[in-house]
C-alpha cells in the first residue's frame, strides 16, 4: 500500500549505543523531515532533505545523523544515545509545498 | 521565526460546531497556512490549508482574516473522534522554520 512506514514502533536501548530509526515512503515525494515530539511540546524539526543526497538541519539536529541515498529512504542515526534523546520521532515527507504526511511515529525509549 | 499562538486546551459538545482560533501577526506573503491536528498515538494528520481566501474541505473549513494576521479552524459537528491536538503552523518555503507549536488540545463532550 502507498503511504509512509516508519520502524521499528517501539525501541528500547541504553546510553552510548547507535540506533537507526527506518523511514520508508511510496510516493517519490522529494521532501522528507524527521522530528521529535516531546511530552506536553509541539514537533521540532531534526533534520530534512529536499532530495536525494541533499540532506539540512532543522531546529535539533545535535546527536542526530541523516543520510538520503534513495528518495524513498530517510533513515534516522542517534550515533550514542543519551536519555535526553527519549522522545517519539516522527517521519513526513511533501511535495513541493503541498501538506506533509506523517508516520505513525517511533516510541523511542534510552535506558 | 514565523509563530502561531493557539489556546492550549478548548472543550465543545458533541455535534456542536467548533472555531479553533490561531494568530499569526508576522507571516509573510509567501506563508500558507496549514492545520492538522493529532490524535492519541497517531502522527499529525493534515486538516486543511489556504493562503487568503476561506477554504472548506470534506473535513472543516478555514476562514482566513483580511489581512490574515489570524485564522479560525472551523469544525461544523464536533465528534468524539475529532477529540485531538490542533496545530496550526505556517509553511513558507523555508522548510527549517516551519514551526509546530503545542497546539490546541481539543475534549469532546458527549
Known amino acids: 500500500d502507498a503511504g509512509i512506514t516508519q520502524s521499528p514502533r517501539y525501541k528500547i536501548t541504553e546510553t552510548g549505543r547507535q540506533v537507526t530509526l527506518m523511514c520508508h515512503q511510496t510516493?517519490?515525494?522529494?521532501?522528507m523531515f524527521w522530528y521529535r515530539q516531546d511530552l506536553g511540546h509541539g514537533l521540532r524539526l531534526i533534520y530534512y532533505?529536499?532530495?536525494?543526497?541533499?540532506?539540512d538541519k532543522g531546529e535539533v539536529p545535535d546527536g542526530y545523523v541523516v543520510s538520503r541515498s534513495k528518495t524513498e529512504n530517510f533513515p534516522l542515526t542517534l550515533e550514542s544515545a543519551t536519555r535526553s534523546q527519549t522522545s517519539v520521532y516522527f517521519c513526513?515527507?511533501?511535495?513541493?509545498?503541498?501538506?506533509?504526511?506523517f508516520g505513525d511515529g517511533t516510541r523511542l525509549s534510552i535506558l | 521565526d514565523a509563530k502561531t499562538t493557539q489556546p492550549n486546551s478548548m472543550e465543545s459538545n458533541e455535534e456542536e460546531p467548533v472555531h479553533l482560533p490561531c494568530n499569526h501577526s508576522?507571516?509573510?506573503?509567501?506563508?500558507?497556512i496549514h492545520w492538522y491536528r493529532q490524535l492519541p498515538s497517531q502522527g499529525p494528520e493534515y486538516v486543511i490549508h489556504?493562503?487568503?481566501s476561506n477554504v472548506n474541505n470534506r473535513m472543516a473549513s478555514l476562514a482566513i482574516a483580511e489581512d490574515r494576521k489570524s485564522s479560525t479552524l472551523i469544525l461544523h459537528r464536533a465528534t468524539l473522534r475529532d477529540a485531538a491536538v490542533y496545530y496550526c503552523?505556517?509553511?513558507?518555503?523555508?522548510?527549517?522554520?516551519?514551526?509546530f507549536g503545542p497546539g490546541t488540545s481539543l475534549s469532546v463532550i458527549p
Open positions: 513526513a515527507s511533501r511535495t513541493g509545498v503541498q501538506p506533509q504526511h
Open positions: 510516493w517519490s515525494h522529494s521532501y
Open positions: 532533505s529536499a532530495a536525494a543526497d541533499i540532506t
Open positions: 508576522t507571516i509573510s506573503g509567501t506563508d500558507y
Open positions: 489556504g493562503l487568503t
Open positions: 503552523i505556517l509553511d513558507g518555503t523555508s522548510y527549517d522554520k516551519v514551526i
